[in-house]
């Protein structure tokens, strides 16, 4: 008797402890990452000032793009740093310093690869600066996966083309990976009133892929307006039971 008694109470427990845990549990996980740091040292205090992760992906070899890097570093708890690597577009369009090119020597490739991780400290994984032909060249992006690969860092597609070849060859290689899922402020930003009411929308888009799919990741840019609507949108999208975390968390 006393033996069925403790098992009902063993039910019971087990039973409430998974309601609570149903109600605690988020509905949805969402990463921020935002690019091109290095150009300057504006906004630095604003990502700070979120107090939710970001995953801040800065540019190489910049005049501030150790400093963006050291300054987020005092934050490391709450933030992650990733290389931003400039990568060889359809449109060849402000271009970097030291992009590279599908038609570069592996060596080459390796060389500069090697050269932007060293110049920013603290990186986890890198991201893609434009690249929509390097993206799709197979042996270009084999170089460089393989390279992350050994390194331990992780990849983050911004899939600035739908034929990237990236998540193929990660899952190929075994390297950990993932894929952007809504640019949040890809517009024109001389109408700021719009601007804003763009990436509002983004970010309820975003939302709505979280909710759906369990989660997804965010792309903006360094500036105050896209900085600004995330830290407004967050009150929201926490009452939604979606959970603000790192980049690195989402990686497979």
């Known amino acids: 008797m006393k033996r069925r008694i403790l098992v009902i109470a063993l039910v019971v427990i087990l039973g409430l402890?998974?309601?609570l845990y149903r109600g605690t549990r988020p509905k949805g996980l969402i990463a921020f990452v935002i690019d091109d740091w290095g150009y300057n040292k504006r906004n630095i205090d604003l990502a700070l000032d979120i107090r939710r992760p970001?995953?801040?992906?800065?540019?190489?070899?910049?005049q501030y793009s150790d400093y963006v890097a050291k300054e987020i570093a005092k934050d490391?708890?709450?933030?992650?740093i990733i290389l931003h690597l400039p990568l060889e577009s359809e449109t060849n369009i402000a271009v970097e310093i030291d992009t590279i090119r599908s038609n570069m020597?592996?060596?080459?490739i390796v060389s500069i690869l090697e050269k932007d991780i060293e110049s920013i400290p603290g990186v986890i994984g890198v991201s893609n600066h434009q690249g929509s032909r390097a993206t799709r060249d197979k042996r270009v992006m084999g170089i460089i996966l393989t390279e992350l690969k050994k390194k331990e860092l992780?990849?983050?597609?911004?899939?600035?083309t739908p034929d990237s070849a990236c998540s193929y060859i990660a899952h190929d290689i075994g390297l950990k990976c993932a894929l952007r899922d809504v640019f949040l402020d890809i517009?024109?930003?001389?109408?700021l009133e719009n601007f804003e009411t763009y990436?509002?929308?983004q970010i309820r888009e975003l939302a709505a892929i979280a909710l759906k799919r369990g989660s997804a990741i965010g792309v903006g840019h360094?500036?105050?307006?896209?900085l600004n609507a995330i830290k407004d949108a967050i009150p929201e999208l926490e009452k939604q039971g979606i959970k603000i975390v790192p980049l690195k968390t989402l990686v497979r």
């Not at 517009?187 to 109408?191: I, M, V």
């Not at 360094?222 to 896209?226: M, Q, S, Y």
Request: glycine fraction near 0%.
């Open 154 to 160: 992780f990849f983050l597609d911004s899939l600035t």
């Open 199 to 201: 990436i509002r929308k």
């Open 54 to 62: 970001l995953t801040i992906s800065i540019l190489p070899n910049l």
């Open 105 to 108: 020597a592996n060596d080459r």
């Open 76 to 80: 490391s708890n709450m933030h992650d």
């Open 17 to 19: 402890l998974f309601i």
């Open 222 to 226: 360094n500036n105050k307006t896209t």
């Open 187 to 191: 517009t024109d930003q001389t109408d």
